[in-house]
């Protein structure tokens, strides 16, 4: 981010209303005013603590307004719903350099003010003090690829499933048989954390038995994303329990353990900090409504995540290709000149040999974690065929062959290709 002295935040809004008084309602509401003038609020104090406006773009109209508004019966506005993009400043000074403050006055009650039919913080960009106050990710993409021992090409990853179900033994026998096979990285599913079911310190446990002895053999040991996610007491102490048992990465579901808990985390952790972003369609999925990625993941990452999710091409969800790659691109640019912050992308999402080469031809990188569930576990020759099928799908994608041509002589993508078309 630009060397700023104010917090600036980007708008795309909707309003049946003036887009400039709408801007200045905005900017009144989350600095120094209230819905009426009260004593106080001089020149002077607004001089120094009153949001400003700092640019407003008028784009198209809408004939209907996006969002529902209080009074369902009125009639449509006259001029239609005027859409704007807006950027909004802060003094640092009213906030400090503090994300929880940060996020209730650049994202706080703005989304359902009466003035909007529809709005959604697109960036924000942040003094140089935050890069004091939060120290961001310890690991991002060097420290990850330094622990998983894997210098260059992608993190070949998956996820246990079925996601719930097994005991630690039965995930401890599926990950060896996935480290055996060359895997780089593993994580639990979100939906598994410390259940009587599986409980996590025999999990780490039998996980760790079975990925040190496949370390011991290939000298290089699979990352294993434990889901530490819980409160904030037994997230340091199942971090603790992973650290003890030789682990080199932690999970954490940014929106169950919250901004307050990811940042203990942040500060906490001595190890890579794996992000999930289970829950983010509440956030994102109307496009008049909620956060880009690209300024959500920037909260998340300066208070320490080293991975982030952002689901995959041709995923299972809803999510377009180019939205993907826009949030990949986004964990790949520097938050603060002062520092190389860049954290690892996580492709993850219905993920098979079939999407490497378009992944890797739109992101133009292989700093990126490649998680496939199904697309691994469900290969007709078992996960470790998985395996070897998607490291020869990137095998592919990066020599910019055809992944047909080059199943020719790799029967494993082959058989993946079959099994995923
Ligand atoms: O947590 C995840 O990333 C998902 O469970 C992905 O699973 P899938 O690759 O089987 O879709
Ligand atoms: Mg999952």
Redesign the pocket.
């Known amino acids: 981010m630009a060397s700023l002295n104010r917090i600036e935040a980007d708008y795309w809004f909707e309003t049946p209303g003036d887009p400039r008084r709408t801007a200045e309602v905005m900017a009144g509401e989350q600095s120094s005013g209230t819905f009426v003038a009260v004593p106080g609020e001089t020149p002077e104090l607004m001089a120094r603590a009153a949001a400003r406006v700092e640019r407003l773009d008028l784009l198209d109209h809408a004939q209907a307004p996006s969002l529902p508004s209080v009074d369902p019966a009125a009639p449509p506005a006259p001029g239609g719903y005027r859409r704007a993009r807006l950027t909004l400043s802060w003094p640092l000074e009213t906030t400090g350099p503090s994300l929880p403050n940060l996020l209730a006055t650049v994202a706080g009650n703005l989304f359902e003010l009466r003035q909007v039919s529809g709005l959604r913080l697109t960036d924000i960009r942040l003094p140089a003090a935050f890069a004091d106050a939060y120290a961001g990710p310890k690991f991002g993409v060097a420290g990850t690829r330094a622990l998983a021992g894997v210098p260059d090409g992608p993190l070949i990853g ?2 246990v ?1 079925p ?1 719930v179900g097994f005991g630690p033994e039965e995930t401890a026998a599926l990950v060896a048989t996935l480290a055996g096979a060359g895997i780089d990285f593993i ?1 639990d ?2 939906l598994q954390s410390d259940g009587p079911l599986c409980p996590f310190e025999a999990r780490v446990d039998a996980v760790m038995r079975a990925i040190e002895a496949e370390a011991d053999r290939r000298g290089r040991k699979a990352m294993f994303a434990f889901n530490i996610t819980g409160d904030l007491d037994q997230m340091r102490r199942r971090h603790d329990h992973v650290l003890k048992r030789g682990g080199t990465c932690v999970m954490a579901s940014l929106n169950s353990v919250g901004l307050a808990g990811m940042i203990e985390l942040g500060r906490f952790t001595q190890l890579p900090i794996h992000a ?1 972003r ?1 829950g983010w369609g509440y956030l994102s999925r109307s496009p008049q409504l909620g956060f880009d990625y690209r300024a959500w993941h920037k909260i998340w990452r300066l208070a320490g995540a080293d991975h982030m ?1 952002v689901n ?1 091409i041709a ?2 969800f809803s999510e377009p290709d180019a939205s993907v790659i826009a949030s990949a691109q986004a964990c790949r640019e520097p938050l603060f000149e002062s520092r190389a912050d860049a954290i690892m992308p ?1 492709f ?4 098979t040999a079939r999407q490497a080469p378009a992944t890797f031809a739109a992101l133009g990188s292989t700093d990126l974690i490649y ?7 469900a290969h007709p020759d078992g996960p470790a065929g998985g395996v070897t099928a998607l490291r020869e799908a990137w095998e592919a994608a990066m020599a910019q062959v055809p992944l047909q041509s080059y199943a020719q002589t790799h029967p494993m993508l082959a058989r993946a290709l079959e099994r995923f078309g």
């Open positions: 998956t996820i499933k996601s994580k599913d979100e999930h289970n999710h995959g995923n299972k996580v993850s999402s219905g993920q998680a496939a569930g199904g697309g691994i576990l």
